[in-house]
């Protein structure tokens, strides 16, 4: 375990942990856009910025930044209150149609962005190449179906040459990730069509009432899991119908079995 | 022949010295890029065809850059018994005259830039010998010692020159000792960080894991920057030599060359010569017959700029895009597939194959304290002799400017000058009497860089350089981080409403805030410098700037938006030049009588105000 102190507070983290981590554990509160729990460090967004002001001053992200024995963290520094709110302002008028950007920059107390409109094609931006999705197509899927393109202001995420992906299941934890709600996806008939990623994927049909639920490249799975197939083929509102049945069944069996019935 | 003794190394080094100073006439003409580009390779083939026609009994090499790129083509003439001189701007026109010459046994005085003094060779009246010229006076040789002098890609010729010296001193001594003596002879990173090379090789030696990597930094992509080209092209073993010493020093046994591949030269000698020492055996198995192996393979990198900043590079190397990744952890302990991996720039391996040859000492009484050594400049801009210089650390940006430089070029007064490359900063001439060395650098706001040094004179506008330099950083941005992606942009269209004459005095404010929070947030080292050129002028020419937005005036008469051409009537003489030069038909006038200029037409291109032959065009600013 290592000690610091986050706004003059001591927390003890373990060894390993980062700066974020101890903020949220000191109860602060600081905004992120790339950060997930659940996946590696990625130090894009730069809105969680945190001035060490012990042993020496630095700006640093936090969410990269190890904890470290004796470390002295300042989350309102001016130096870091300045870079939150100038990334969120320069997000602002990245993405001014983006809610969520709105909401954030505002708790920051950003409400206009002097850094102008963007240009008209971009009008509708709402990704703030956080990086989420692609982190967790790689990471927690292992499809790697996405990536970035580009570089500077060309960056931006894509299936390789923009065409239907191969790699792609069709999961959509891309688009549960993604903090701005940038990435469209919809399920027609028995067509999920992941528009921005220019990919269609097939639905799998619940043999028992013949509903799409699951995209077909995931079938993969089923073989993974430790029930018999026939279980996982149906939806899950069939599955629990099969389930209820199997427990009145079984109730029913134990009940005829013993004539005095008791439960203990 | 394989070489597994030092013997084995005199008896190479023996096959090179005769090759070096054969005892016929030799010519050797510098063919790295600069020469090339200044068309050596004609002069080249000019003089190999002549020699044929007059039957001369010649050796005609290609060598190296002799780092003063601005006289190019440069061509080396030894004649054993009468002297030895370097022709500067050869043309075939003129080698065919220097072969009929040669061919009568005279050194011709012609196009003679200065004797080459050599032991046993006797001196020539009336030529200055090439140290004594002001452009090599206050130079000191380390990393570029073989550059120019051998040709680049004959292992003879280099151990000739005490070339893999080094390394078999480095391996007769335990490994630490090699370690030791690197950290005693005070080198820093030569990429432009500065960090102490011995301690960075003694971080990754004590790093837990296995394997270790050795990585060159050749992923040189500053504008108007070339000094690790240069190095590769002229001497590649000096860089593979100082990588096989790291690698025993930190236990690594594979090296990476990384070179972009817009250097195709030096991508094939570095290449050449790995091949070579592998085939000798400097490379490989049981080097020098100490039991240690060492391989190196050269990778080309695709062009991104970005890719010079060490974690990006290690992640091209990988194969994946080249993106930086937060630090710490720092290479020297998970670099390379994870592993613990020391990355140097070119001009550093090639220094440490120096250092261990003639030992730390030596090294350390060359510069000053905190600062030893020698760095690599290339000289660009508005200065009169442009090139490759090589300087102990320490002396003033007066000296490089003034006494190598030759101060400004027409006898212009110089202004500013911008060290470290796109993400240095602008300096103004009343700092230039601050010595050269890292700290000095960065204090003043500037940064070492990996060597540009740019120069500039009155008719700079600085905001349009800080424009300039913006808009390369803004293009070469990987991406991945907000400040460097959107700040760069954003500073940028600033810039560009600044010398367009749109720009407020709030856009200064905004633009300075812009350029603090990207210089503080950013995720590498090259989005953090990246708004330096930006800093630097707002610090030292914001009068430039106050001049832009408040009077809507350039005072160095750049930013066309801001200035007007006008013929001076009196000086006018009707020769009509100007309006035949000018390419949107804005001049006017009939013949000898004064012209005008519509100024609705015109684009402020001046190409009239250059072709006047009386100066009768003047830029309103």
């Not at chain 1, 024995?69 to 989350?75: I, K, P």
């Not at chain 2, 990393?143 to 051998?150: A, D, P, Q, T």
């Not at chain 2, 000739?160 to 080198?187: H, K, N």
Request: proline share 6%.
């Amino acid at each position: 375990m290592v000690e610091l102190t986050v706004n003059g507070c001591p927390v003890r983290m373990p060894v390993g942990a980062t700066l974020l981590e101890a903020v949220q554990a000191a109860g602060v509160e600081l905004p992120t856009l790339c950060y997930h729990p659940g996946l590696s460090p990625y130090g894009a967004c730069r809105l969680c910025m945190v001035m060490i002001t012990r042993p020496r001053r630095a700006l640093v992200a936090s969410c990269t930044y190890p904890v470290e024995d004796g470390l002295a963290v300042e989350t309102e520094a001016p130096e870091a209150v300045t870079a939150r709110r100038l990334a969120l302002e320069s997000l602002l008028s990245r993405c001014p149609q983006s809610d969520v950007i709105r909401e954030m920059a505002a708790n920051e107390g950003v409400t206009t962005s002097r850094f102008g409109a963007p240009p008209p094609e971009r009008a509708d931006e709402l990704c703030v190449l956080c990086g989420l999705c692609v982190r967790v197509c790689r990471e927690a899927i292992g499809a790697a179906a996405i990536s970035f393109i580009g570089r500077g202001m060309e960056r931006r995420v894509g299936t390789p040459f923009d065409v239907q992906s191969d790699a792609c299941i069709g999961c959509g934890a891309c688009a549960e990730i993604c903090p701005t709600g940038a990435i469209q996806i919809e399920d027609r008939g028995n067509k999920r069509i992941l528009h921005t990623w220019n990919t269609t994927v097939e639905l799998h049909a619940c043999p028992e009432c013949g509903c799409f639920f699951a995209p077909e490249p995931t079938s993969f799975l089923m073989d993974m899991l430790p029930e018999a197939e026939e279980v996982w083929a149906l939806c899950p509102a069939c599955r629990r119908r099969l389930a209820a049945q199997r427990w009145v069944e079984q109730g029913r069996l134990l009940f005829e079995t013993r004539s005095n019935y008791e439960c203990e | 022949m394989r070489v597994h003794t030092r013997s084995d190394l005199e008896s190479l080094g023996a096959v090179g010295l005769a090759a070096i100073y054969p005892s016929r006439l030799k010519v050797s003409v510098g063919m790295a890029t600069c020469g090339l580009a200044a068309g050596a390779e004609a002069v080249y083939r000019t003089l190999h065809d002549e020699a044929l026609a007059y039957g001369l009994d010649m050796t005609l090499v290609s060598t190296g850059c002799l780092g003063y790129c601005q006289v190019e083509p440069l061509v080396d003439v030894r004649m054993p018994g009468r002297g030895r001189v370097l022709y500067a701007r050869v043309t075939p026109e003129r080698a065919r005259e220097l072969i009929a010459a040669l061919a009568t046994g005279e050194l011709p005085a012609e196009g003679a830039l200065a004797t080459i003094p050599e032991e046993g060779l006797p001196p020539l009246e009336g030529l200055p010998s090439l140290e004594e010229l002001p452009f090599y006076a206050k130079q000191h040789k380390v990393i570029l010692r073989n550059s120019g002098w051998i040709a680049p890609t004959k292992l003879e010729e280099y151990v000739a020159q005490g070339g893999y010296g080094g390394l078999a001193r480095a391996l007769e001594l335990p490994p630490q000792a090699v370690v030791d003596e690197v950290t005693r002879s005070g080198l820093r990173g030569r990429g432009g960080g500065g960090f102490p090379t011995g301690r960075k090789w003694q971080t990754c030696r004590d790093a837990p894991g296995a394997p270790r990597y050795i990585i060159c930094n050749g992923d040189e992509g500053d504008p108007g920057a070339y000094m690790d080209r240069t190095v590769l092209e002229s001497d590649p073993y000096s860089v593979i030599e100082g990588m096989v010493i790291g690698g025993y020093a930190v236990g690594a046994h594979e090296g990476y060359v990384y070179v972009r591949d817009e250097y195709p030269l030096a991508v094939e000698r570095v290449t050449q010569a790995v091949s070579r020492a592998e085939e000798v055996g400097l490379l490989g198995k049981n080097i020098l017959g100490s039991g240690f192996d060492f391989a190196v393979r050269v990778v080309r990198g695709a062009g991104a700029f970005v890719c010079g900043e060490e974690t990006a590079l290690i992640a091209s190397i990988e194969g994946g895009m080249g993106e930086p990744r937060p630090k710490p952890p720092y290479p020297a302990l998970q670099g390379l597939w994870g592993c613990p991996t020391v990355i140097n720039n070119v001009k550093t391996w090639a220094s440490v194959s120096a250092i261990l040859a003639h030992g730390a000492d030596w090294y350390q009484a060359i510069g000053v304290e905190g600062n030893t050594g020698t760095v690599v400049f290339s000289l660009v801009g508005k200065v009169a002799n442009t090139g490759l210089v090589e300087v102990p650390l320490g002396i003033t940006l007066h000296e490089m400017i003034y006494e190598i430089g030759g101060g400004g070029r027409d006898g212009k007064a110089v202004k500013a000058v911008q060290t470290g490359g796109p993400s240095g900063g602008c300096l103004p001439a009343r700092l230039f009497h601050l010595p050269i060395d890292y700290e000095t650098l960065t204090e003043a706001g500037s940064i070492m860089g990996s060597g540009g040094m740019v120069v500039m004179d009155e008719d700079t506008c600085m905001v349009d350089v800080a424009r300039y330099f913006l808009r390369f950083t803004m293009d070469e941005s990987c991406g991945k981080c907000t400040p460097c992606r959107e700040g760069t942009r954003h500073m940028y269209r600033i810039l560009t409403r600044i010398v367009e004459g749109q720009g407020t005095p709030e856009d200064i404010v905004l633009l300075e805030q812009i350029a603090t929070w990207v210089k503080g947030a950013a995720l590498c080292g090259l989005g953090q410098t990246a708004p330096n050129p930006v800093l630097s002028t707002l610090r030292y020419f914001r009068d430039e700037y106050e001049a832009h937005v408040r009077e809507r005036r350039c005072p160095a008469g750049v930013c066309r938006a801001l200035i007007q051409l006008v013929i001076r009537s009196e000086l006018c003489i009707g020769c009509g030049i100007c309006k035949r030069e000018c390419p949107v038909g804005a001049i006017s006038g009939q013949n000898k009588k004064p012209h005008v200029i519509d100024p609705s037409l015109c684009t402020r291109c001046r190409l009239c105000h250059d072709a006047c032959p009386e100066g009768a065009i003047e830029i309103v600013r």
